[in-house]
C-alpha cells in the first residue's frame, strides 16, 4: 500500500474468466469505494487519467467477471462472426 496526497493504493489481482491469465491492478481506494458505492466507473475513474481498459478492469473488480485485453479480441472476434 502507498499513501500519498491523502490517497492509498491497493493492488488487487484480477483473473481472466476465459483463460485464467491473472492480471494485477493498482487502484486508487477512495475512488473505489465511491465506485462501489454507486458513482459511475466514467465519473469514479475520467478519461484521459484513466483508459477505458482500465475501467473495464475496475468493472471486473465489482462484477467478478474479467475478460484480458487478449481474449477480449478473440471473444469479440467469434461474436462478429456469427
Known amino acids: 500500500m502507498t499513501t500519498g496526497n491523502l490517497t492509498t493504493e491497493q493492488d488487487y489481482s484480477l483473473a481472466c474468466n476465459v483463460c485464467a491469465v491473472v492480471q494485477t491492478v493498482r487502484v486508487c481506494t477512495v475512488r473505489k469505494d465511491k465506485y462501489l458505492h454507486g458513482l459511475m466507473v466514467q465519473e469514479a475513474f475520467p478519461e484521459p ?4 481498459a482500465y ?3 475496475i468493472i471486473g473488480l465489482r462484477s467478478g467477471y474479467h475478460v484480458c485485453d ?10 462478429e462472426e456469427e
Open 70 to 79: 487478449d481474449c477480449w479480441d478473440s471473444v469479440t472476434a467469434y461474436e
Open 55 to 57: 475501467r473495464e478492469q
Open 49 to 52: 487519467e484513466f483508459n477505458s
